[in-house]
């Protein structure tokens, strides 16, 4: 089996300031660290490696720096890492960026089949969640989002069987390979890479391509170009000035307390209806 | 795993990269490990780069290190509650390139160090903490690290790991540290627009300012603040022994946050988002702290080695000097084919002590000994000097003669003729 895992390098958002004059983003000094939801899905892809010794493949597009967040990657003990950099991929937006790893995949493909592409289940830079829908509608590949566990994968009958998170509950989902898989945060950690993986990132020669390599004709589908996205404005909320409200009853006893801070829960915001996963009805 | 470097080096801040870019650059297998996420992520922002020593090491460094501002004042102030009484200098000479002292982020720079590094061909391993030494006897043959298969052999091992050096501690290369013999440092930095900046400290362009100070902003304990301007932010910080902070149940951050509201230091951060809250130890006992730096198969470097001046706050200079010697002795040994053991390596501190590393600290060797045991100079001192000025310059109809009069039985009734005699001494006696 062989399985893609994509990543992007972002520059650590709990660390980003805004300048407090201009209003805009202050990038500067701001460390780049590998998208943490990405981490989710890689680990879920070594998961995977260890029960099946699939192959992993690491695939990244971004500035040359993205090389770091290939590395620690290959650390974790992806096998390969493919870093797909050019001035033309810049400034690109989900469109563009998905037109360009769809093709790169399908260069990746040309050498070993891939059946399985994993992503987070999105970024921290950008909270769309749409890179991962992207790759599979132009590769036309089945896309299983939120992903929280994967129960099977039968590569004898080419399919494979996972828990999806929804509102309301959980579904298992069950489609053919290839697919793409966006996986849900929180659902493992990532391993602590040994000394040997450790030495072997450090020295792995990448495999890097630009444009013409990934085998790209038309420009007008990447970076800037590509990208139909206008970011209109940037600025930081106002904070909001609500304040807590404070619950109060008459008894002041715990069981007072707790019925009446339910009540009021509850008529703010209705129970889900949950339409999905009958068994949790019943339960609720 | 059989992995065999010439050299390791333990530690990435600038005695680690000195030493290893050095050794690299002529030919040796260098294994650089560091525990942070990445070269400088341990490291306290907002710094000052002294040209000189890093200039030995990479003489072009200026085309691409990130430098904030280059320096072109200096100024040095004794602070009471509400005054400080202070001294400049300033001169356009500091800007003339090429430029002698600049602030940097520490942060940044470390990062554009250790790609010099890895550039010169050292394999830098990160996110991995040496636990402990290998030794075969007495001899050093290698390092163990927190990772699986983490064992590492090497002909020598360069201990680089800062002021703390558990690993020193733990192979018995030397004693704990006194609580007297560092002191606690924290740091903040306040983003600030260039503008801003360039109009407060009254500099244009890539000028800037430090201000050294002293006084009551320590609140008796001994210590020094620092304020330094760097492009778009302002690093201000203190820090006194750590055996004073013990004593006097006083928290570091209390104390910055004093020295922040003085009414000579606020206006200077009006306005600025604080961002980088940061403690650290500096090592200040000098001299007659430095432990025993070289053995079989290992030496120690920068702050491992207490190699800070503090009368001049220099330590990021001292720590690269040291760390290019360390690799210049291996260097030399190797092509004489002669082994790595303690009676060669003596050679590294005798190139120690013929630089200006160590000529420094012994001349200060003193010094900390005497503050330590006259607080005066952090306490009194201040008081009077501002009372004095305070004194003279305000004109309220007495004449100047009974003003003189005045102060100089301040000083009197401070410290008695003896004590301020003594006093005078003993300084004289430190930075003599
Ligand atoms: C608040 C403050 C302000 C200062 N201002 C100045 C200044 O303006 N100018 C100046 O010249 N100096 C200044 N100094 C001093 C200067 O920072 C130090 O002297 C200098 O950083 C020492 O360099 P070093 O390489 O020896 O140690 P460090 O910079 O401390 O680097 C040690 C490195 O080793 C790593 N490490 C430690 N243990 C291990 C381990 N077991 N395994 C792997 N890695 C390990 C650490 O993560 C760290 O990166 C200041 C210090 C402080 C605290």
Not at chain 1, 108 to 125: C, E, H, N, S
Request: with cysteine; proline share 5%.
């Amino acid at each position: 089996m062989h399985i893609l895992v994509c990543i992007k390098q972002v520059p650590d958002s709990a660390q980003i300031r805004v300048h407090p004059v201009t209003n805009t983003i202050m990038r500067q000094g701001v460390p780049a660290i590998v998208n943490p939801y990405d981490l989710v899905a890689l680990e879920e892809a070594l998961r995977l490696k260890d029960r099946t010794s699939a192959r992993v493949t690491v695939l990244t597009m971004g500035p040359p720096q993205a090389e770091s967040a290939l590395r620690k990657a290959l650390s974790f003990g992806a096998d390969e890492a493919i870093l797909l950099t050019d001035r033309a991929f810049a400034g690109a937006d989900t469109l563009a960026t998905s037109y360009a790893l769809a093709a790169a995949i399908r260069k990746i493909r040309d050498d070993m089949p891939v059946d399985l592409v994993f992503t987070g289940k999105q970024t921290i830079d950008g909270d769309t969640a749409q890179v991962g829908p992207g790759i599979a509608t132009r590769l036309g590949m089945q896309l299983l989002t939120y992903v929280s566990r994967i129960d099977r994968v039968d590569l004898e009958r080419g399919e494979i069987t996972v828990q999806r998170r929804a509102e309301g509950g959980v579904q298992v989902l069950r489609t053919r390979l290839p697919a793409v898989i966006t996986v849900l945060e929180g659902i493992n950690e990532m391993r602590f890479a040994t000394m040997p993986d450790m030495f072997r990132a450090a020295r792995y020669g990448l495999t890097v391509w630009d444009r013409e390599a990934a085998g790209i004709g038309d420009v007008t589908k990447i970076g800037l170009k590509g990208s139909p996205t206008v970011v209109s404005r940037v600025f930081a909320p106002t904070p909001r000035a609500q304040k807590a409200e404070i619950i109060q009853t008459q008894s002041e006893q715990p069981d007072d307390l707790v019925a009446t801070l339910l009540a009021k829960m509850f008529t703010k915001h209705p129970p889900l209806r949950a339409a999905i996963c009958p068994r949790a009805v019943q339960r609720t | 795993m059989n992995e065999n470097f010439d050299v390791i080096v333990v530690g990435a801040g600038p005695s680690g990269n000195a030493a290893a870019y050095t050794l690299a650059r002529s030919g040796m297998r260098v294994l650089q490990i560091e525990r942070g996420e990445y070269p400088g992520s341990k490291n306290v922002q907002g710094a000052i780069l002294y040209a000189d020593a890093l200039e030995r090491i990479i003489p072009d460094f200026r085309e691409d290190a990130p430098l904030e501002r280059h320096l072109i004042e200096q100024r040095v102030w004794m602070l009471d509650d509400t005054s400080y009484v202070g001294s400049a200098y300033r001169s356009a000479d500091f800007s003339k390139p090429p430029f002698n002292r600049y602030t940097i982020i520490r942060a940044q720079f470390d990062k554009w160090f250790s790609q010099k590094v890895r550039e010169a061909g050292v394999l830098v391993i990160c996110e991995t903490t040496v636990t402990g030494l290998l030794l075969d006897g007495q001899r050093v043959v290698g390092v163990q690290t927190d990772r699986a298969g983490g064992s590492i052999y090497a002909d020598a091992v360069i201990l680089a790991d800062g002021v703390n050096s558990q690993l020193a501690r733990k192979a018995g290369f030397r004693p704990e540290i006194e609580p007297r013999e560092v002191a606690l440092a924290v740091k903040e930095i306040h983003f600030l627009p260039e503008e801003t900046i360039q109009s407060r400290f009254n500099v244009t362009g890539d000028e800037g300012v430090v201000i050294e100070m002293a006084g009551k902003i320590t609140q008796g304990m001994v210590g020094t603040g620092f304020l330094y301007t760097n492009k778009e932010s302002i690093a201000i910080g203190v820090g006194c022994l750590l055996s004073d902070f013990r004593k006097q149940k006083t928290s570091p951050y209390a104390l910055l946050d004093r020295m922040k509201a003085h009414p000579a230091i606020a206006p200077l951060l009006a306005g600025g988002e604080m961002k980088e809250y940061t403690a650290h130890l500096i090592p200040e006992g000098g001299y007659h702290s430095i432990p025993p730096i070289y053995g079989d198969g290992w030496l120690m470097v920068g702050d491992a080695g207490m190699f800070v001046n503090g009368v001049h706050r220099e330590g990021s200079n001292l720590a690269m000097t040291t760390g290019r010697l360390a690799a210049e002795t291996l260097i030399a040994l190797r092509s004489e084919r002669k082994p790595f053991s303690a009676r060669n390596l003596a050679r590294y501190r005798a190139s120690l002590d013929e630089s200006f590393v160590m000529r420094d600290l012994r001349k200060y060797k003193n010094l900390p000994r005497i503050v330590e045991k006259n607080p005066q100079f952090f306490t009194a001192y201040p008081e009077l000097m501002n009372k004095a000025a305070h004194t003279l310059i305000s004109v309220d109809g007495v004449d100047k003669k009974a003003k003189e009069r005045a102060i100089r039985q301040r000083f009197v009734a401070a410290r008695s003729r003896l004590g301020l005699l003594g006093d005078f001494f003993k300084l004289w006696r430190a930075f003599e």
